[in-house]
């Protein structure tokens, strides 16, 4: 449990929702499955901000990710009755979203799996919102060793908008996921916690995410980078950006979604890139298994594109990764790809060159960039930061991750420059649209303000402007609420 006045902003939302709660329901039945005479335990997790790293997290990227201010704030509560009961209030504060799968279809999930899970909802699309919840439910139990043992209900009231980039759904799972635990009394550390969380919607809800986003969401600090090496997921330390240094992220308002086409057919071309590679390079490979997968036997690069040497990257393999393969040339002539979370589709034809070459130079770009973090920051060194965000926006566009929106915004933001504060921009996360991060001054929200208004003016879009940060949900702990 968090120290009283530790993180007043974030208490005084926690308690208001426990006000909430404790209502019981509120006209209409908005909260029909809560009970407000039972104790139930409270968590909270923020959204992040992709400050660099991105879609290069998958390949063994070093990545900077910078909790916002919004979050989802979870509550778990003892059911007598068999099965899951979950509620998700409406932002705008309309008609709460409902769902209940009962004892025995929750039965069959942990008994057979997070693949049983992720079928039922498939089949009821209407519902998929709940298998965000469910699977963290479902991945607890079986991973965690910690079935409810009875029913179980949760309440979700989450303020990090939905499709901006900003990972609404890890911050909903992690939340979850805490209060659960804090209900249930299992010991979780927030590492652990995001391992679990990204499982779920890896295998339950089905997007093939990263491990950056649950784990900011577990364990980020207030107004810091974490600087997260995804091999698998070594929080490599804390940084502490100079207080003349602010970050903020414009929301261009072009739907984003980890789940579509792009961002998969992306990261499906970096893995075949990196199967290629360890072929060129004569490593001992297997398979593929029964799932699909292959096997490499690789000390050189443990199987990450990061590691390999942007350097030898250029001179010896680039020029001999294919620009384009189709998926059924590829799977004839190397058996398939390393990655759990995604399958080549035999049928369609992948980018394969330039998801590689991001992957390598990417990962070298958060590295400088960290490094530069360490300084005392002048224009030179801001430029310089600034410049290295607008090479990773422009070979996201070269993936075919970019947008008009967030082409346009990041133009803003160079237009208006050092002379305004600001010194650089990029497209963030699965990219396609979401959010841009924005680097300057601590005093520039001004101006960063005034763009979104032209931005807004230009396209007809709204233009959220993400400022202030706030606490993992480890650093905040769970509130239990007794009777």
Known sequence: MAEPGTFPDEEAEVDAFIARLKVGGEPGASLPWFDPAEPFVVARAPGRLDVMGGIADYSGSLVLQRPIREAALAAAQHDPAPGLRIVSLAADGGPARTLAIDG???DRFFNEGCGAARDWFAARPDDHWGSYIAGVVVVLARDGGAPPGGGLRVVIDSRVPEAKGVSSSAALEVAAMSAIAGLLKVPLSGEQTALLCQKAENQVVGAACGIMDQMTAAVGRSGELLALLCQ???VQGFIHPHESIGFWGIDSGIRH???GGDYTSVRIGAFM????LAELQGLPTAGPNRAGLMWVDDERWSGRLANVHPAEFV???AELLPRTMRGDAFLAEYGGTTDPATRVDPGRTYAVRWPATHAVHEHNRVVRFAALLAFEPDDDLLGELGEMMATSH???SICGLGSDGTDLLVDLVRAAGPDAGLFGAKITGGGSG?????????DAGDEVARIARTYEKRTGRPAHVFSGSSAGAEAFGVRRVPL
Request: charged content about 20%.
């Open 257 to 259: 979604a980890v789940t």
């Open 315 to 317: 001179s010896r393999f």
């Open 104 to 106: 025995g279809t929750l």
């Open 232 to 234: 698998p997921a070594e």
């Open 394 to 396: 422009e070979s996201y």
């Open 434 to 442: 979401g959010t841009v991060a924005v680097l300057g001054r601590a």
């Open 273 to 276: 890139g990196y199967r290629i």
